[in-house]
C-alpha cells in the first residue's frame, strides 16, 4: 500500500488531498487491487474524490461524468492507475471543472519521486514473501522488472527485452554522471543475459587498467548510480524526497549536488540528512532549512543577523535540538571496568 498527502496551493486557494494505491500479486503477476483519492474539508474530515475497486470505479462527480470514467477504465484498471487512464486522453470540454481536480493530483502524483536508501526499500523481502504466494514460484520475472525497473542501481535489474536499447542509452548518460567522481572510469557495460521474455542486467564498471561487476562497487559509486535517477528526475521538474542523501557521499560533492539543484534545476529537492555540512549552502535560500526533533516538532531556520546556522545548531541554541549529549555520558557503557 503506498499512501500520499499533497497540498496544493492556487493563488489563495489550498486544498488537500490524500491518495493512495495498494498493488498485490495474483496470478503470477502485479495488479492494482485498489485506489483511492480523498479532499480535506473545512471540518477537517476526508471526502471522496475518485476509488477504484476490484475494477470498479466511484467518483464523487456528476453521474456523465462518473459513466465517462467508468468507460474508459473498462478493463484496463488492473494494469494501468486511473489517473494515467483519465489524464492521457483528449477529454471533452464539458468536463473542464472536473478535470481541473483530476489534474491537481495527477501532476502531484506523476512528479513527486521517493529515494529510499537500499536498507529502507526492502525489494528483496517483498520478492521472496510475494513469490512464497504465488500458484507458480517459478515464473515471477514480471514481478522483478515492476520493482525493478524504477531506479537504476547496481544490483542485478531485470529489463524488458524492447527496452533493452533504451536502458543501454540511459547508462551511457549515466557514465557522464559518475566520470564527474570518478574521471579514471572509461566506461559502463551492460552485460545481458536471456531470463524468460527479458534479460537480467548487470553493469560493468570499466576503468582501463581493471573492470568491476557493479555488485562489487564501493558504497560510495553505488549511491551515486541510484541518485542518478533522482537528480535527473529534479532536473527535469519532479519534486523529489531523498532520505538521508548524505549516506555514503562525501560532503564535498553533496555540497555541489546541492548547489547545481539551487542554481540550475527546474524541480524540488527536499531530504534529510546529519551532516552539517549542506546547511552552509541551505542557509543562503530563504525557507531551506527545516530541523525536526525527537518528537517530531519542526523548527524552521529563520535568518537571525549574522548568526550562523550550523554554529548555533552544533551549540544547541536551535529549539528542541539534540545536543545535550557530554563525552563522560559514554562510560556510563564504555570504558568502564564492570568489575
Known sequence: MINENYLIKKDSDINIYKAGLEISATNN???????????????????????????????SFDNDFNNYCVDKGKNVLKEKIFLNVISNDSVDDKYDEQMKVIED??????FTYVYLDNKDTHDEYVIEDIKDRMINNNDYSNLIYSISLDCISCNKTIIDKKDIESYKDEINRMKKFIKIFKPELKSIDVEARDYYDNYKCELIFDYGSYKINGEFESTGIKKLVELYTAFKRIDKGYVVFIDELDANIHDYYLCKLLEFTAEYSNGQLCFTTHNLGPMKVLKNYKKSIDFISRDNDITSWVKNGHYDVTSLYSKGFIDKSPFNLQSFDFLKVFGINEN
Open 29 to 59: 503477476k502485479l495488479e492494482i487491487s485498489k485506489e483511492y483519492c480523498y479532499k480535506r474539508s473545512l471540518s477537517g474530515k476526508y471526502k471522496l474524490v475518485y476509488e477504484v475497486l476490484d475494477n470498479n470505479i466511484h467518483t
Open 105 to 110: 493530483i495527477y501532476i502531484c502524483f506523476r
